[in-house]
């Protein structure tokens, strides 16, 4: 059976057989005043800003960005490390290493399944980078063969 989406109003439904490995969509959970922006991602399929896009979420302008993990779900390998942050909608880069600079995300970090990595960035603890909406965008050096991680932002909207 062939899998079908519908979107009506931001909603996704899936109908017939859903592919485990399918990453694209990232999800987005309301906890008191904070959010989370929850995105998987493999070594082949990395985010990045895409404005043609409307099923890529935001971080809003103006956000606190309280946290960043990352959970590796498969082992990462062949590549030398990855960063990520944030670029605006339309592709131009705000902090393109905010959450995870190279050096949190070497490749002897990321190759056990399981482990949890959080982000020590400039933009975490701070509102002041994030002037405009931002989409996270991850960036790997060398060239990677495997691995699979889900990346967990935590921020709080702004109230204007």
Do not use: C
């Amino acid at each position: 059976m062939a899998q079908t989406i519908a979107s009506l109003n931001g909603v996704r439904n899936y109908f017939g057989p859903q592919d485990p490995t399918h990453t694209k969509i990232p999800s987005k959970k309301v906890k008191q005043s904070t959010e989370e922006l929850v995105v998987e991602f493999r070594y082949d399929s990395l985010p990045g800003a895409d404005a043609n896009d409307a099923g890529v979420l935001v971080i809003p302008a103006k956000s606190f960005i309280v946290s960043a993990r990352l959970e590796v779900l498969e082992a990462f390998a062949g590549g030398t490390s990855y960063t990520i942050g944030t670029e605006q909608t339309v592709g131009t880069d705000i902090d393109v290493d905010g959450f995870f600079t190279a050096a949190a995300l070497l490749l002897a970090t990321i190759d056990t399944v399981g482990k949890w990595t959080v982000g020590t960035g400039a933009l975490l603890g701070t509102v002041s980078s994030l002037t405009l909406d931002s989409q996270v965008v991850v960036i790997a050096a060398g060239t990677f063969t495997a691995g699979r991680a889900r990346l967990i932002v935590e921020y709080i909207p702004a109230s204007i």
